[in-house]
């Protein structure tokens, strides 16, 4: 069956890569299979615990945490080594990121109360809140510990596990059709685009899985136990397709106990052990940090130095401890909490659950099978007192371990080096175009010589109709609102609009680069009829008529990479009068930035580009709205985006108008809602801002 499961899998991606064509009914098919291992999946979890423990007495009981602690934390340690030594295999590339809204998502906390302990039984079986049914149901085994005559019970729920693993073998039965259909479909769907920037920790983590499933793990049964590497490796074959080819650790725990089970039959006649710790050793691991769930340790380190904001060496123990602690739960509340820990972008969690679906998942369902059998015949043998601690040989192992793993890493750290690898952000930045049909436009690098001697002479919206055009304003360095593309052609979020307006108005458009200075002369006297969006600010409202914002994004500061960690807290900087803060010019209320930072040196720049030149080499960090930061950073990749905390306010842009003509404000400001409700806006905010694709919902 194993070798059928493997040439299914195989098969399935072939195809799937060769074709990139899947069905519904392929789909259907595959999720039909796992949905049938699932079926048995949590009901054999309990059932065997009850059953297990039950059947133990107390001097079992106490052999059984003695050496399950000792061997859980034996290859928890083991994991964690090699995982912490993944950065070896980091290349140095430069990168930075778009701007991503999960930057300030609020987290959810890791409630461990509410996942362990099970208030209501009936609900976490309801919902499969593993870790609360574990417990309900070792309590419950416990509780039979003490009961005298409890032979007739047991055997009751003996039979009903021996009925769940019929159940089970027969769905496997079907195991190469169901595998076949999960790979193809899987294969066919990848976007290759995805791959790019995970490529290294794809790379890395699968090595790392590989290391630990077909090395470390089974050499450690082989060295401690009498069993064989071969017989570790035929009892894991099973399980470990079929985890990795459904993603799921779940689903094949009925397969693991029971193939361990059939692994020490020949010790069951000899010692009750081999047949009931294996049944109680699997569900309680599964509801553990287990292999895979660590995995996401890996994550972190990656996504540091992918988003140059590397950890240190010394926080290694910080992200041990804290890690293990929230990998209790889900992955998906444990990675952004990590990445907040440690002052790591929040995008890079979209990263994650790209990398998740791709591969990782099943990767980490393989580590954590492994995992999990090894502890199963470490743990079980040791109670029947079958391991031989061997000094010499366990010490060769332990140093020539992460050796040889240092080793294969550092060369898969070569190999990406050796790869013809160029900074693709900048580029990914530039190459652009608008998404939408443009109008007919004209572009001009200042206003036309009579511009300051215009005069308004009627209604904005008559006086564009009568032209035929209307004339829209526009900063220089004013990323990712407006900025040439690598074609020289004006783009941008804000010019994108500009194009929008003037198509529904049925006129052309002329874009005029101009000066904050002039924004406010040039709109009274009628000859820019918008100006490109600002921050609204208490200075802004009192010097401009400004339409509903159409955007916001949070405060942020843009520093030097090495420089991040002291940006982390405002109380880190606030009053250090060895810091300076630049502020682009119209951006904010400078007297409120310096009376929010005192003693702090404020200086207001004429344009963000100053941060990067000679003349601002003394500056220390520049406050900006994040999504603007975060253009600069793929500009300059040694920059980087901190957000402090306490997260502040964010800052909310909007288009300047006349102050003569509120008609066309209300003009405006129903507009810009009108794009909201109907999602363009949000459409041209995730392509501009976010550097994605919207897809097809732009109105």
């Known amino acids: 069956m194993g070798n059928k499961i493997i040439i299914a899998m195989i098969l399935g991606l072939i195809l799937g890569f060769s074709t990139q064509f899947t069905l519904p009914i ?9 949905m049938l291992l699932q079926m048995t999946a949590l009901p ?10 039950g059947s133990m007495s107390r001097k079992q009981g106490k052999q059984f945490i003695k050496f399950g602690s000792i061997s859980f934390i034996i290859l928890l340690l083991a994991t964690l080594v090699i995982i912490f030594l993944a950065p070896i295999a980091f290349p140095d590339w430069s990168a930075a990121a778009f701007y991503s809204a999960s930057t300030v998502q609020v987290k959810p906390d890791l409630d461990l109360l509410k ?3 099970p208030a209501n039984p009936f609900k976490a079986y309801a919902q499969a809140i593993v870790p609360a049914v574990v417990i309900f149901s070792v309590f419950i085994g416990i509780g039979f510990i003490g009961i005298e005559n409890k032979r007739r019970s047991l055997h009751v729920f003996k039979d009903i596990r021996h009925s769940l693993t019929i159940v089970t073998n027969l769905v496997m039965k079907v195991a190469p059709i169901g595998v076949f259909a999960i790979s ?6 990848i976007v290759a685009a995805e791959l790019e920037g995970l490529l290294v920790y794809i790379v890395t983590a699968t090595s790392i899985v590989f290391l630990l499933c077909f090395m470390v793990f089974p050499m450690l049964v082989a060295l401690l ?8 490796f035929n009892t894991a074959k099973e399980p470990l397709i079929t985890a990795f080819a459904t993603g799921s650790l779940f689903v094949v725990l009925p397969l693991i106990v029971e193939n361990v089970r059939h692994q020490l039959k020949d010790y069951a006649s000899t010692d009750s052990a081999a047949k009931t710790l294996p049944s109680i050793i699997v569900p309680i691991s599964y509801s553990l940090p287990v292999g895979g769930k660590l995995l996401a340790i890996s994550f972190v380190l990656f996504a540091g130095w992918f988003s140059g904001q590397s950890i240190g060496v ?9 890690g293990v602690m929230q990998l209790f739960g889900s992955t998906i509340i444990a990675v952004p909490n990590l990445l907040d820990s440690f002052d790591v972008s929040q995008s890079m969690f979209e990263l994650f659950v790209v990398a998740e679906q791709l591969i990782i998942s099943r990767l980490g369902a393989l580590l954590s099978t492994m995992f999990i059998i090894v502890l199963s015949f470490l743990v079980t043998l040791m109670v029947m007192n079958k391991v031989k601690l061997q000094l010499k040989p366990l010490l060769t192992f332990a140093v020539s371990v992460p050796i040889c793993t240092a080793l294969i890493l550092a060369l898969v750290s070569v190999a990406f080096d050796s790869i013809s690898h160029q900074y693709q952000g900048y580029d990914k930045f530039i190459d652009r175009q608008l998404l939408l049909p443009p109008a007919k436009a004209s572009y001009y690098n200042e206003p036309e010589v009579n511009a300051l001697q215009n005069i308004k002479t009627g209604s904005t919206i008559a006086d564009i109709k009568r032209r035929g055009f209307i004339r829209m304003g526009y900063y220089r360095d004013a990323l990712p609102y407006a900025f040439h593309n690598k074609d020289g052609n004006l783009v941008g979020l804000d010019i994108e609009l500009g194009h929008l307006l003037a198509a529904e108005l049925n006129v052309d458009i002329k874009f005029i680069k101009i000066y904050r200075n002039q924004t406010s002369i040039l709109l009274e006297n009628g000859y820019l009829d918008i100006v490109s969006g600002i921050p609204i600010t208490s200075t802004n409202i009192l010097k401009y008529t400004l339409s509903e914002p159409y955007i916001t994004e949070p405060i942020a500061l843009l520093v030097k990479d090495e420089d991040r960690k002291n940006f982390s807290h405002w109380d880190k900087f606030i009053g250090n009068k060895d810091v300076i803060i630049g502020i682009p010019e119209s951006y904010f209320n400078v007297q409120v930035v310096k009376k929010n930072l005192p003693n702090t040196v404020v200086w207001e720049l004429t344009t963000p580009r100053l941060m990067f030149k000679e003349q601002g080499k003394d500056i220390d960090a520049m406050i900006y709205g994040a999504a603007g930061a975060s253009a600069w950073t793929l500009l300059y990749p040694n920059y980087t985006v901190v957000i402090p905390k306490p997260i502040a306010p964010p800052v909310a842009m909007a288009f300047p108008v006349g102050s003569q003509d509120l008609a066309f ?3 405006i400001s129903q507009w810009i809602n009108m794009k909201k409700r109907n999602h363009t806006i949000d459409s041209l905010f995730t392509y501009w801002i976010e550097g994605k694709e919207p897809g097809n919902f732009i109105k």
């Open 26 to 34: 392929i789909e259907m098919i595959g999720q039909a299979f796992i």
């Open 44 to 53: 054999y979890i309990s059932i065997s615990l009850i059953y297990g423990i």
């Open 115 to 117: 996942l362990f302990l």
């Open 184 to 189: 193809l479909d899987a294969s066919a769907t």
């Open 225 to 232: 136990t009498p069993l064989t590497y071969k017989q570790v």
């Open 314 to 322: 010394a926080e290694y123990p910080k992200l041990m401890v804290f």
């Open 665 to 667: 404000q209300n003009f």
